[in-house]
Structure formats: C-alpha cells, structure tokens
C-alpha cells in the first residue's frame, strides 16, 4: 500500500531540489502518490497569494508534505508560507538533526546534534503591530500602565512573546520521547529566563517539571547566549537541545554551520495529525534553474520523512547513499569540493543520479 504526500515545489532553486528528491526517495521502491503543488512568490504574481487554499487542501486531505523552499520577502511582502503552514496544522515541534559527514568541509568532526524547536509560539509567531498605529499606541499606554518605570517610547513597533504552559509542555515532551526512542542520552533546556522571567522563565519552570518524568534522560538548562558559545567551543558536550521558536531557529543554523553548512541540514515539522519535511536553507533565487545547488538538505528531510511514514530501512538507506557520495567526493556539487580538489564538481541532478546508484 502507497502513501499519500503532498510535494510542494517551492520557488528559486527549489523546484529543482524538489525533484532530485522525488527521484531518490521512488528510488528506495517505496510506493509514493505525490500530490504535486505549487507555492511561493511565482504563485503570489500569478494567483494574488503565495499559499492558495488548493495547496491547504492537498495537505489536509494527505497529512504528509515534503516541501521545497520558498522565498519570504524580508520587510515588506507577505508573511512567511513556512510559518503560516505550522500555524494552520499546528506542526508545534520542528525537529532539525545536525551531524558531520565525512567529505564535508568543518572544523569539527563526530558533531551530532538534534534541535527540537517549538514552532508556534514566542516571537516568531509574528504577532506585530505597526509603529503609529490605534493599535500599538493602546499597547504602548497599557505597558506603561503596568511598568511605570518602563521606557517605551512612542513611535514603536511592538512585537508580542507569548509561551504558555501547554505549548512548553508539549515541545519538552517531544525532546524527551525522542530522546528515549533513539537512544540520546541528554536534554539541555535553552532559555534566557535570567531577563525574561514570565515567558522564558515559564518555558524553564515546564521543562524542569517534564524532566522529573523522564529520570532515566539527563537534563540541564542553558542561557541561550552562553549556549552559542558553548556550541562553538564543546558541542560534543550536547546531545538534545529544546528550545522557544525564536532560539531554536538561530541556533539550528550555528549547529548547521558546525557541520558544514544549511547544505546538509534536514528538518521536520511535527504535528498530532500530520508532519512536513523541508531543508532548513532558503530558496537562493539567484541559482535557480541552474543546475547547480546542493540537494543534500532536502533529500535528507526526504529520509526523516521516510521514517516518520514508517519505512525506516527505506529511511536509513537513503542517508547511507548521501554520506557514501558525500564521501566519495566525486559526484558533488561545487559548495562540497575540498580544498585543492581540481575535480569539475557536478550538477543537481547529477549528485542524485549517484545518491540514487548507491540506493
């Protein structure tokens, strides 16, 4: 019997990362029925918005999604698609695994790391209001009301940090069942609860009261400046980090630049009813159609979804073929080539060409 997903080929380099990723995972024999849609900022000039409800339905009717990226206008524009998707199907725990592989460039070697990160809460949930608005100047009046001593001064934009105690509780849930389903040994806790005592100090307060539950996992807190440093200096010493949506997506990307690069860094978005998989990099519009990007990132978040669909020889040997080829060295594309490799890096299809011979 097949499975359903939805594929979503995203914009700029995605539809081509997309597709080298449909290829590996057919490749592997397990039977997919993909429900091919179209998103983004090509969609938004065609169609009036980057996410039409066609694309809502697909995911409601299939549960599962592999999606490619998708470009988010910085400043102005639309809201991000990836956000909004975890909100509409409460995808509350992005799961982000960061681990070395031989043949890619990094100082650090044996790094394996797994990010879970709350998705639907904190600052990143976006909720704003505009400088000089009715809006934002009742808010402004309110702060001042409740902290007189607050300096908060009048043509500001205001952005809202809400973490509640289900939204804690579920995330650190999730960081400590996974843990224990594969085999980790320690939860770390990061948190700025030192300065922002009622959300981050709540966030604190749940994970310290889940822990109880788990004895047979190690957990410890960290403050989530002196975790970047840590990082950087002893990520040996980490295992599983569970953080706010704000600090898990910053800290995904210094665990990822541990490793090499966003080029091999897969995610997932979890949900009670259904899942998306995508890679944790951006849709790097001026490489598109070129051949050319790295697919690594989001066939491996083809293999997390692999998994999670319950076809995990499927999913091991997919990660198998991209460090042998990674690896090897030979058929990779131009951001994998090592110092003083004269060797002509290849194409996109051409990397899953040889992650597909090594299926």
């Not at 700029?12 to 490749?27: C, D, K, L, M, S």
């Not at 009715?134 to 607050?150: F, H, M, Q, T, Y």
């Not at 224990?180 to 966030?203: C, P, Q, S, W, Y």
């Not at 990099?281 to 998994?307: C, D, F, R, W």
């Amino acid at each position: 019997m097949g499975h359903n997903v939805t594929l979503i080929r995203g914009d700029g380099i995605g539809p081509e990362v997309a597709e080298a990723t449909r290829r590996v995972v057919n490749a592997t024999g397990v039977k997919i029925d993909w429900d091919i849609q179209d998103a983004g900022v090509d969609v938004h000039a065609r169609e009036g918005t980057p996410l039409p409800e066609r694309v809502k339905e697909s995911m409601k009717r299939n549960k599962v999604c592999l999606k490619a990226p998708i470009t988010t206008p910085v400043g102005t524009g639309f809201r991000s698609v990836n956000v909004e998707l975890r909100k509409l199907f409460d995808l509350y725990a992005c799961l982000r695994p960061c681990r070395t592989y031989q043949g890619v460039r990094s100082r650090y070697d044996k790094i394996d790391l797994v990010i879970v990160r709350e998705n639907t809460e904190d600052l990143y949930a976006g909720i704003e209001f505009k400088r000089d608005t009715p809006e934002a100047a009742r808010i402004i009046e309110v702060i001042k009301e409740l902290s007189p001593g607050a300096k908060i001064r009048e043509h500001a934009g205001i952005s809202i940090k809400p973490i509640s105690v289900e939204g804690a509780r579920r995330i650190v849930e999730f960081a400590f069942d996974f843990a224990e389903k594969n085999g980790r040994k320690k939860v770390t806790a990061v948190h700025k609860a030192n300065i922002m005592k009622f959300t981050d100090g709540l966030f604190l307060e749940v994970a310290r009261e889940v822990a109880t539950k788990h004895p047979k996992i190690e957990f410890e807190d960290r403050i989530v400046d002196n975790m970047c440093m840590q990082l950087v200096q002893y990520p040996e010493r980490y295992d599983v980090l569970v953080l706010p949506n704000l600090y898990g997506d910053i800290i995904s990307d210094l665990c990822a630049g541990l490793i090499g690069g966003l080029g091999v860094a897969p995610g997932a978005n979890i949900g009670l009813n259904g899942a998306m998989f995508e890679a944790v990099h951006g849709s790097a519009p001026k490489y598109a159609n070129q051949n050319k990007v790295n697919p690594t990132a989001l066939i491996l978040s083809g293999a997390l979804m692999l998994e999670y669909l319950g076809e995990k020889l499927a999913a091991d040997r997919v990660q198998k073929a991209c460090a042998a080829v990674i690896a090897d060295g030979k058929d990779v594309t131009y951001d994998m080539r090592t110092a003083g490799d004269s060797r002509k890096p290849v194409g996109t299809k051409e990397m899953a060409d040889a992650i597909i011979a090594r299926l």
